[in-house]
């Protein structure tokens, strides 16, 4: 297979014989291909380290205070994730951006006057943010939350919503810069002292510290994202004027608002969706698809959210390089899928036994939503690295019509199955939004830099396709032969997709460099 457009920078063909001949441009491919897989297992680590600490958190924090203390915890977390998303305004993902457009360019003034964009930005929204949940407290506590006497409570969420604003924007500024090791250590550091620091308060104040330990992790993430922000040295001592720094703040606004926007549609469509199953079927079958969904939610933002921590800045700062880009964009498809790949098979193909480990047999009907999902997220994997393109160009009207779109898909599809399958519809619903979505970043994202799929892109999709396809038969005749024909599709296709990612990394001569052996 060709390289996805004319004029782009050499690709594998579909062999993995190297499309040009030549030595340097083959070695910086590797070294690419090397790049992502280092940032994904850096924060891919870093996220593992940081579920394991959560999960012995929640079970000791259940201990301590029971049913009561989780539904309060659940309550003020809810008000503390919708406030911040709004009083953020996409700050993560508008300052990473800039900050790694600075960057690239290597310019010290560039990088000095995004960074002072973005400090001054972080404190107006972390002032109005904060400041509006603590002056509205009374209100939100009595509509919002159905009890008054949370007033105290939600006016301390209004401190955490102002922190969280101001450790976003640190997050960003490390994310921008690219210091992976910084980002991986401010995630572990912070589940770490909230655990530290949250369980001994909670064991001590009981359920009157609840509010406190919710603020704690925007706490933390303030302390932590100051010290890792303060290794990256002083600005320089360059002047920055006014007008440089609203046109900064106006890249902010018309970026940041469609973000904060696109957010928002979509966790309430997410509530729609789960009240529609709710009416319809039931808070039994409501806790079969929270059961599929939360796995289905984990395993792919396990490999996506670990690969976005590197990928994001590198897009941004060649997004104009149309020929980088397209590389870019196509190794970063191609190393989702290998990575995800044997993740999808393995659920899809034992979707049960996962279903009847992390819960029990009582969820059994779950199964059927994830594996549907499991097929959702197969076509999510190759979406989402076109979908940084829209964020790294800044188009974020595009960006906010496409998401919106897919969602109001999603839930208008999950309806009509809802209605027609049952509880398996909620699964079909996901999968019916990346069908819409697929061919909506081909028509929009793509073209803006000339991009189609390069051969190893296909050729991993086509061996995660086949192998799903050969594991209907578990699906649709469930038996102790069907499964274990079902894991060995999914084995062998695991091994296939292995050579595949040790093709691309050139493991052998890596091997060889470190045993001294001539390459």
């Known amino acids: 297979m060709s390289s ?53 958190r929640t079970k000791v924090f259940a201990l301590l205070l029971g049913p009561a203390g989780i539904g309060l915890l659940g309550l003020l977390n809810a008000l503390l994730s919708a406030a911040g998303m709004v009083a953020q305004m996409g700050m993560g993902a508008v300052g990473t951006r800039q900050i790694a457009e600075a960057h690239a360019t290597g310019d010290q003034a560039r990088i000095a006057l995004a960074r002072r964009a973005l400090m001054v930005a972080t404190l107006f929204l972390s002032v109005v943010g904060g400041g509006t949940v603590w002056l509205l407290r009374g209100p939100l506590a ?75 992790m925007p706490i933390s993430g303030f302390v932590l994202g100051h010290v890792f922000v303060a290794r990256l040295g002083k600005l320089p001592p360059v002047t920055t004027t006014l007008p ?46 929270v059961a599929a969904n939360t796995i289905a939610m984990q395993y792919a933002g396990l490999v996506l959210t670990a690969m976005a921590g590197d990928y994001f800045p590198r897009l941004s700062g060649v997004i104009k390089d149309k020929d980088a880009a397209r590389q870019l964009v196509n190794q970063q498809t191609e190393v989702a899928l290998l990575l995800a790949g044997p993740i999808i098979l393995v659920m899809f193909a034992l979707a049960p036994v996962v279903i009847a480990l992390l819960y029990s047999s009582a969820f059994a009907p779950a199964a059927d939503v994830l594996r549907w999902q499991t097929a959702g997220t197969l076509l999510k994997v190759v979406t989402w690295p076109m979908g940084f393109i829209l964020l790294a160009e800044g ?26 399958y049952g509880i398996a519809g909620a699964g079909i619903g996901y999968f019916a939004a990346y069908v819409f979505y697929l061919p909506l970043m081909f028509a929009f994202a793509a073209p803006r830099i000339g991009l189609r799929w390069s051969g190893p892109v296909i050729r991993a999709m086509a061996i995660i396709t ?19 024909f079902g894991a060995a599709v999914a084995g062998a296709a695991t091994i296939i997709l292995a050579i595949l990612a040790a093709r691309a990394l050139d493991l052998g001569r890596l091997l060889r460099k470190f045993s001294g052996a001539p390459s």
């Open 4 to 56: 996805p457009s004319e004029g782009s920078a050499p690709m594998p063909d579909a062999g993995g014989s190297p499309a040009s001949s030549s030595a340097p441009a083959d070695s910086e491919e590797r070294a690419s291909y090397r790049q992502i897989f280092k940032a994904t297992s850096i924060i891919g680590g870093a996220q593992v380290i940081s579920i394991v600490i959560g999960v012995a």
């Open 142 to 216: 009595t509509y919002a939350l159905r009890d008054a006497g949370l007033a105290t409570a939600v006016g301390w969420v209004g401190l955490g919503v102002a922190l969280s604003v101001a450790a976003v924007a640190q997050a960003a500024l490390i994310q921008g810069m690219r210091r992976m090791w910084e980002l991986a250590m401010l995630q572990i550091g912070g589940a770490v002292l909230l655990t530290v620091v949250g369980l001994p308060v909670v064991w001590l104040f009981g359920l009157a510290a609840v509010p406190f330990y919710v603020i704690l």
């Open 244 to 289: 440089e720094l609203a046109a900064q703040w106006r890249m902010f606004i018309a970026f940041g608002l469609p973000m904060m926007g696109a957010a928002v549609v979509g966790t309430l469509t997410t509530l729609w969706i789960q009240g529609h199953i709710k009416a319809e079927l039931g808070i039994e079958a409501l806790g079969l698809f």
């Open 395 to 420: 188009a974020g009207r595009v960006f906010f019509a496409t998401e919106v779109a897919t969602v109001l898909v999603m839930a208008l599809a999950t309806a009509l199955a809802v209605d027609h």
């Open 466 to 484: 086949a192998g799903l396809a050969a594991m209907l038969w578990p699906v649709l005749a469930p038996s102790t032969l069907s499964l274990v």
